[in-house]
């Protein structure tokens, strides 16, 4: 076990955060609040822009769970405008499944 307790609850929460197991960071960290020079090594180490400008802001401290449920918002907002993206390009690029239906519509 690690002697600091900071170093520990970094490499713990970036574990989890790789592993994809907010729910084990949200049961472990969700009502601690880490230092907010915690926060931006975990954001660094994890690439997410989002956890450091969330440890930046933070004053004294950061509350895990708040930044991780801000990080999983942000990722399904993305998914969703990635599938509206997708969704657009195979109705231009693809335009034959609308076509059909509306030929088998218009013929009944």
Not at 45 to 58: F, G, K, P, R, Y
């Amino acid at each position: 076990m690690l002697q600091n307790e900071n170093v520990q609850t970094i490499f713990e929460i970036t574990r989890y955060i790789y592993q994809g197991e907010f729910a084990k960071v949200k049961k472990f960290y969700g009502e601690k609040v880490v230092k907010s020079d915690v926060g931006a090594v975990i954001g660094v180490m994890t690439d997410s822009s989002l956890i450091v400008e969330e440890a930046l802001e933070s004053e004294g401290g950061m509350n895990m769970c708040t930044a991780l449920e801000k990080l999983e918002e942000k990722g399904r907002e993305e998914g969703k405008l990635e599938g509206r993206l997708e969704m657009k390009q195979e109705t231009v690029l693809y335009p034959w499944p609308i076509l059909a239906c509306r030929w088998s519509r218009s013929q009944q």
